[in-house]
Nanobody
Framework: QVELVESGGGLVQAGGSLRLSCVAS????????MGWYRQAPGKQRELVAI???????NYADSVKGRFTISRDNAKNTVYLQMNSLKPEDTAVYYC??????????????WGQGTQVTVSS
């Protein structure tokens, strides 16, 4: 079983910063991609940023230049540094990981979500 534990959400004023963390643990042989999605009330879940195993980091246009995703492979951890936050960034943020167990195909798992609220 693979588990994701997120932390770092909270309430912040517009223009402020937050840093989200997500640690993956369990029966993981290798991790292919780590990323963050978000879902605001009444909206569909959308990609925020993702770091593939060996490819190019992708960001949603709405967060480019403000958010930075990074990963620590030794710790199976992904971070999302969020600067210059706007009220429209308010959402539940979900960690997402694509991994592989030994002798198995790729699987994915979602975190439980962490609330980010940006006040104007």
């Amino acid at each position: 079983q693979v588990e994701l534990v997120e932390s770092g959400g909270g309430l912040v004023q517009a223009g402020g910063s937050l840093r989200l963390s997500c640690v993956a643990s369990g029966s993981i042989f290798s991790i292919k991609a780590m990323g963050w999605y978000r879902q605001a009330p009444g909206k569909q879940r959308e990609l925020v940023a993702i770091v593939p195993g060996g490819g190019t980091t992708n960001y949603a246009d709405s967060v480019k230049g403000r958010f930075t995703i990074s990963r620590d492979n030794a710790k199976n951890t992904v971070y999302l540094q969020m600067n210059s936050l706007k009220p429209e960034d308010t959402a539940v943020y979900y960690c997402y990981v694509v991994f592989r167990k030994l002798w198995a195909t790729d699987q994915d798992v979602w975190g439980q979500g962490t609330q980010v609220t940006v006040s104007s």
